[in-house]
Structure formats: structure tokens, C-alpha cells
């Protein structure tokens, strides 16, 4: 049963222009979420978290929306540029269960078009 | 800082051969995971150590899989006797024991087994 669903596999963007990521979990327990950035043969890097008191959460660039209500949460990337183009992982953690292990999607490939 | 540090990057060996990947975390973290990428699964966590104590091996496949962390800067997956379906990336990851603390991945090991 798979708890965080990021349903693109991929995402093509014009460089400029505005990349939406989205990814559905569905823990109501999840309380953190987080955004890694994936480049090929390299392990993941983290890029921006949000807890579930806040609903929007901006650094630089990147920002990401939380709906709990929804059960939904997008990472918005303005403008893109090329160097942008990597893999995306969704991932959340239920800090209340007592260890902070993440629960991960499986990623979204972004491409940045020049 | 040197970060997460993983070894070896490729490992190609044949079914039934004994594998042992080597991780060494940051220094100072006090957290650390092995997870396991494939396309079919996404990033699944096998196991979590905090203070070098194993405190989340459910999502170690089954008992061919063994880990251990004999101190804080070093930590050994090993899978004995290895099959086909073993192939796939497997990355350690370490973090100071806080929801705020985000995971620091190494780069990887790929795993081959013919």
C-alpha cells in the first residue's frame, strides 16, 4: 500500500516557465513533508520541507503548498532552468510514531527544455 | 564535510555470493538508514539505526539481508547468499535524530547479481 503518491512518472517544462510537482499521501498521520532532488548517480538531496502547521512554505525558487484537507502537497519551481532537470521525491514522516523514517514516492522526472 | 560516504559505487557478483556494502554516516549524526531503490518499488526503507542500536528492521526483505553498525561511523549491509532480484541501488542515509533534521543520502551502491 503505497502512503505517498507522486502519480507523473515525468514532467517536460520550457526553461522560464513555472514546473508544479504534486504528490498525494494518504496517512492522516503524517505531520512533516519534504522535497529531495535526485541528479543521476548521486543520492537524493534535500530541497525544501513543510510542516502540516504551515501551508505554504517559499525558498528562493522553490516553494511548496500544503492541502491537508486534500491530502495533497506540490512543489512549485519558478522560473525553471535546465539545471532543475532531476528526479523529484515526495516524502513524509509521522513524527508522532516515535522515529523519523520517511515514507517516500516514487519520483517525478523533471526535464527542463532550453 | 565529506558527507555520506558509500562503498563500494558498483558491485557486480554472481547468485549465491555474499555482499557486504559499507556506509559511513556524517560525523555527529546521530541516525542512520539503509534504503533500496528499484523501479518497481521506489525508495523503500530496510532498516534505521539511532545511537547505533537497530530500531526498525521491518523492511528488510527477509533473513539473506543483515545489518549492522558496530559504532557511530560506520554501518554494513550484507546479503548472503545474493539473487537476481537483490539487483538495484542501495543508499545509506544519516541525520540527527529530529523531524527538522533532513536525511543526508551517500551516493549509492549498485548492485548487479547475475
Excluded at chain 1, 496517512?27 to 529531495?36: A, T
Excluded at chain 1, 516515535?98 to 532550453?114: E, W
Aim: charged share 20%.
Amino acid at each position: 500500500d503505497q502512503q505517498v503518491k507522486q502519480n507523473s512518472p515525468s514532467l517536460s517544462v520550457q526553461e522560464g516557465r513555472i514546473s508544479i510537482l504534486n504528490c498525494d499521501y494518504t496517512n492522516s498521520m503524517f505531520d512533516y513533508f519534504l522535497w529531495y532532488k535526485k541528479y543521476p548517480a548521486e543520492g537524493p538531496t534535500f530541497l525544501i520541507s513543510i510542516s502540516s502547521i504551515k501551508d505554504k512554505n517559499e525558498d528562493g525558487r522553490f516553494t511548496v503548498f500544503l492541502n491537508k484537507s486534500a491530502k495533497h502537497l506540490s512543489l512549485h519551481i519558478v522560473p525553471s532552468q535546465p539545471g532543475d532537470s532531476a528526479v523529484y521525491f515526495c516524502a513524509a514522516i509521522d513524527s508522532g510514531a516515535g522515529s523519523y523514517q520517511l515514507t517516500f514516492g516514487k519520483g517525478t522526472k523533471l526535464s527542463v527544455i532550453p | 564535510d565529506a558527507g555520506v560516504i558509500q562503498s563500494p559505487r558498483h558491485e557486480v557478483t554472481e547468485m549465491g555470493q555474499e555482499v557486504t556494502l559499507r556506509c559511513k554516516p556524517i560525523s555527529g549524526h546521530n541516525s542512520l538508514f539503509w534504503y533500496r531503490q528499484t523501479m518497481m518499488r521506489g525508495l523503500e526503507l530496510l532498516i534505521y539505526f539511532n545511537n547505533n542500536v537497530p530500531i526498525d528492521d521491518s523492511g528488510m526483505p527477509e533473513d539473506r539481508f543483515s545489518a549492522k553498525m558496530p559504532n557511530a561511523s560506520f554501518s554494513t549491509l550484507k546479503i548472503q547468499p545474493s539473487e537476481p532480484r537483490d539487483s538495484a541501488v542501495y543508499f545509506c542515509a544519516s541525520s540527527l535524530d529530529r523531524v527538522q533534521s533532513p536525511l543526508h543520502f551517500g551516493n549509492g551502491t549498485r548492485l548487479t547479481v547475475t
